[in-house]
């Protein structure tokens, strides 16, 4: 698989929100299009808008040590972000059926090490 493609189906956030069904598919020119990776994101608002702050936590699992950086601020109005909700629920419902739950929660994925023992 090659890395440059995704792993799960594109969806595209009109579909998803139930409009688009008998439009033309939307072209997309993604060739200056910037990547980055983020495992913390922080989601604010204004009355008018949405705000995603995308950054990276190097510590995921406690507090971090100094601030998180944040790489991306992605601002959207409300209907996009209501369309890019539905869209991202319809992608995690299908990686969930073929993969099994996601637990957000990282206490509850951390494991004991083997043959450590915990005294309480």
Same mark, same amino acid.
């Given at each position: 698989?090659?890395? @440059?493609?995704?792993?799960?189906?594109?969806?595209? $956030?009109?579909?998803?929100?139930?409009?688009?069904?008998?439009?033309?598919?939307?072209?997309? @020119?993604? $060739?200056?299009?910037?990547?980055? %990776?983020?495992?913390?994101?922080?989601?604010?608002? !204004?009355?008018?808008?949405?705000?995603?702050?995308?950054?990276?936590?190097?510590?995921? $699992?406690?507090?971090?040590?100094?601030?998180?950086?944040?790489?991306?601020?992605?601002?959207?109005?409300? %209907?996009?972000?209501?369309?890019?909700?539905?869209?991202? /629920?319809? !992608?995690?419902?299908? /990686?969930?059926?073929?993969?099994?739950?996601?637990?957000?929660?990282?206490?509850?994925?951390?494991?004991?090490?083997?043959?450590?023992?915990?005294?309480?």
């Amino acid at each position: 698989m090659s890395a @440059d493609k995704p792993s799960t189906p594109n969806v595209s $956030a009109q579909a998803a929100g139930g409009q688009g069904q008998d439009r033309p598919q939307l072209e997309l @020119d993604d $060739a200056q299009a910037i990547s980055c %990776y983020a495992n913390f994101c922080r989601v604010t608002g !204004t009355p008018e808008e949405v705000i995603l702050d995308l950054g990276l936590n190097a510590s995921p $699992a406690g507090v971090p040590a100094g601030p998180v950086a944040v790489k991306q601020r992605v601002i959207l109005n409300y %209907y996009t972000a209501k369309r890019m909700l539905a869209a991202l /629920h319809m !992608t995690i419902q299908r /990686h969930e059926q073929a993969f099994g739950i996601l637990e957000t929660d990282i206490r509850k994925r951390v494991q004991s090490q083997p043959g450590s023992s915990s005294s309480s």
